[in-house]
């Protein structure tokens, strides 16, 4: 399985995870994980299905086909843990 770092998370948003974890008896990495599956997998709501539908229709491709950027890669940085 691959792992993710998330840099930068707001101290709100990573508190409220941590209580959202443990009324759920979860761990934050369980919890993290349940979130984002949960996101990848749901269904589209009927207002993103719309408009799905209406960029299908564009004329071309059925659809837009963007350039992807060119990805950058960080070197890690020193979490000072050792």
Do not use: C, H, Y
Not at 23 to 47: C, F, K, Q, Y
Not at 52 to 73: H, K, N, Y
């Amino acid at each position: 399985m691959g792992s993710l770092m998330i840099r930068d998370l707001d101290d709100d948003v990573k508190a409220r995870l941590r209580v959202r974890a443990a009324t759920r008896g979860r761990s934050m990495t369980a919890e993290v994980r349940a979130i984002l599956t949960e996101a990848v997998n749901a269904e589209p709501t009927p207002a993103r299905r719309t408009l799905l539908d209406v960029f299908a229709q564009l004329p071309g491709t059925g659809g837009a086909d963007l350039p992807l950027p060119e990805r950058r890669v960080e070197p890690a940085r020193d979490m000072g843990w050792g």
